[in-house]
């Protein structure tokens, strides 16, 4: 996506921060740094437990017009992460190492948003192939928006750059 957007809309504001592993901190982190964000005009797009904070953002208030990309979103993280406390490795580098601490779980739990607002704005791109998460629970999670489901694929979607177009469109990101 980051470099999608550099090749084809350098001017848009691209902004993908790392995030820390508590969940509240991450929101207050995704918070303050679009606090200051137009409420119509913007697309967040997110994968994963990523796909879980882009919903949780979007429905905020003052974000409820954002238009919202979601790649294999987690729908219950408090759940499925509850599992994993102790010490992780990052996905995007396993020499990463952090700690899941127990009461992120109870973070995540709080911050779970009901009924989704404005569903057309939501684009749900979910692989039936993904070795991490339910296809079957994020399609029923998102059903009624602009849903895809791919047959096969992955948790990390290897084929995203065939899904690209059809999310670019979706976000309105063609040029004018």
């Known amino acids: 996506m980051a470099a999608w957007v550099a090749a084809h809309r350098p001017e848009l ?16 982190l995704l918070e303050a740094g679009t606090a200051g964000w137009p409420a119509e005009g913007v697309a967040v797009v997110g994968s994963s437990l990523g796909g879980f ?7 905020t208030a003052g974000r409820r017009l954002w238009r919202v990309g979601l790649v294999n979103p987690a729908v219950d993280p408090a759940r499925d ?4 406390i102790g010490e992780q490795t990052a996905w995007h580098d396993p020499a990463e190492r952090f700690f899941f601490q127990p009461g992120y779980v109870d973070e995540l739990r709080a911050m779970t948003p009901g009924a989704l607002t404005g569903r057309e704005r939501y684009l749900a ?3 039936t192939g993904d070795e991490v998460l339910d296809w079957r629970e994020m399609a029923a999670r998102y059903a009624g928006e602009p849903l895809h489901v791919v047959d ?17 469109r979706h976000l309105h990101l063609e040029r004018p």
């Not at 992460?81 to 994993?84: D, I, Q, S, T």
């Open 152 to 168: 096969g694929s992955d948790h990390a979607l290897a084929d995203f750059p065939d899904h690209l177009p059809r999310l670019v």
């Open 13 to 28: 504001t691209w902004w993908c921060p790392p995030l820390p592993p508590s969940p509240r901190e991450a929101l207050a």
């Open 81 to 84: 992460l509850a599992a994993h």
């Open 125 to 127: 791109i979910i692989a």
């Open 53 to 59: 904070y882009a919903t949780v953002l979007a429905e």
